[in-house]
Every structure is written in structure tokens, then in C-alpha cells.
């Protein structure tokens, strides 16, 4: 059991570093969050307090690899991972209408707080607000809707994934 549980956290290790990677060397400009996928997908299976330790594991793990406010990842997908353990802790996980809705209101959440933040301590947010106000909610829907295009897919994978480590 021990063994599952380490290659568990490897594997949404792994993970973390590929949506890292995907985001320095992509083709496009919009990608799935990767990272916020395997939180929702903890949390739906796994409870609250795995989603949190595990969104603060990968929230640190982003912010040292990132050049972001340090800590913001990691507050971030901390709360991400509680919220939505204990909100959807009674639904049915393997249900897809569950997961896009779970996806969904989590993006929201996550860009609100991303947002706020570099407007608060980022002088140079200050400075573009009309930049901001006009390019990204375009920038936020794009990739909001990539992350619930491809939600499906990644927790397919992921529950594929942990019957086979749990075997």
C-alpha cells in the first residue's frame, strides 16, 4: 500500500513538471491545466484533505520552477483542493457533467485568485489594466475551455492509471 501511494504522488509529480514543459515549449498559446485537472480529480476520489496536501505539494513545486509571486501557486491550489473536496464530496466522481462543472467553477475560482493577486503585488498589472481588462478574459475562457475539453480524457487516464498501481 505504501508503494501505491508513493508512485501515486511521483506520478501527479511527473505531471506537474510535463504541464510546466508544455506551458515553456507549446505550439499554442492556450493549454489545459493540467495541475488543476489532478487536484479536482484527488479531491473527487480522494477527499478534501489529499487534494489540499497534494495541491500544495505541486502549488510549490510550480512556484519554485516559476518566476510568479512565490507562495501564489501553492495558496492557490491549497484552497483549490480544499474547497472542492469538501463541496463535491457527496456527487459521483466517475460522472463527466460532475467533472466539467468541478472544473469549471474551480477555473473560476483559480483565476479570480491568480488575478487578484498579480493586481495587488505586480506593479506592472497596475500599469496595463486596460491590457488586462481587454486580452485576458479572452485568455482566461480559451483555456478554461481547452481544461474542460480535455478533463475527460486526463481522468480517464488517471483512474487507468491508479488501477493499474493499486493492482
Request: aromatic share 14%; proline share 2%.
Amino acid at each position: 500500500m505504501r508503494n501505491v501511494v508513493i508512485y501515486d504522488y511521483l506520478i501527479y509529480i511527473v505531471l506537474c513538471y510535463t504541464q510546466f514543459y508544455l506551458g515553456k515549449y507549446n505550439i499554442s498559446k492556450y493549454l489545459p491545466n493540467i495541475v488543476l485537472i489532478m487536484i479536482v480529480y484527488i479531491a473527487l476520489k480522494k477527499g478534501a484533505l489529499q487534494a489540499e496536501i497534494i495541491g500544495f505539494i505541486l502549488g510549490i513545486i510550480l512556484d519554485v520552477i516559476s518566476i510568479d509571486i512565490f507562495g501564489l501557486k501553492a495558496m492557490t491550489f491549497t484552497i483549490l483542493g480544499y474547497s472542492c473536496g469538501k463541496l463535491l464530496i457527496n456527487f459521483d466522481s466517475e460522472n463527466i457533467i460532475i467533472q466539467i462543472i468541478a472544473i469549471l467553477l474551480e477555473s473560476l475560482v483559480y483565476y479570480i485568485i491568480i488575478n487578484t493577486m498579480h493586481f495587488l503585488f505586480l506593479y506592472k498589472y497596475k500599469q496595463t489594466m486596460i491590457f488586462t481588462l481587454t486580452y485576458h478574459p479572452y485568455s482566461m475562457l480559451m483555456s478554461t475551455g481547452i481544461t474542460i475539453v480535455t478533463t475527460p480524457i486526463i481522468f480517464k487516464f488517471l483512474a487507468c492509471l491508479n488501477k493499474m498501481l493499486n493492482k
